[in-house]
């Protein structure tokens, strides 16, 4: 069992800059990706960008992307999401996951096997 310890979040506003860090507990050395959703209100989980071990291959969605950075901590098995240039369209809650042992990245939900407890994070405009 993988446990994920979330760190970070926040309220800021538009045009500010969070940073969130994940790291993943004893158990985790199988993995080989792992990534961050966000869960904004009413909506369902969505995507937001992974990374893979030990390449360190990123992925974005679209929405995020050039403002949002992925980057991982190989010796302590942690990620981080730096996040600039906020709208407050990215006010969510945010979950960090690990995905299932022996698999390929993914960008569905069903694709991650472990997940964080979720921060918020709010942006007001």
């Known amino acids: 069992q993988v446990q994920l310890a979330e760190s970070g979040g926040g309220l800021v506003q538009a045009g500010g800059s969070l940073s969130l860090s994940c790291v993943a507990s004893a158990g985790s050395n199988g993995i080989a990706y792992m990534g961050w959703f966000r869960q904004p209100p009413g909506k369902e989980r969505e995507f937001v960008a992974a990374?893979?071990?030990?390449?360190?291959?990123?992925y974005y969605a679209d929405s995020v992307k050039g403002r949002f950075t992925i980057s991982k901590d190989n010796a302590k098995k942690r990620i981080s999401l730096q996040m600039n240039t906020m709208k407050p369209e990215d006010t969510a809650v945010y979950y960090c996951?690990?995905?299932?042992?022996?698999?390929?990245?993914?960008?569905?939900?069903?694709?991650?096997?472990?997940w964080g407890q979720g921060t918020q994070v709010s942006v007001s405009s």
């Open positions: 990374i893979t071990w030990p390449v360190g291959t990123t």
């Open positions: 996951a690990s995905g299932w042992p022996g698999r390929t990245m993914s960008t569905l939900v069903k694709g991650y096997a472990y």
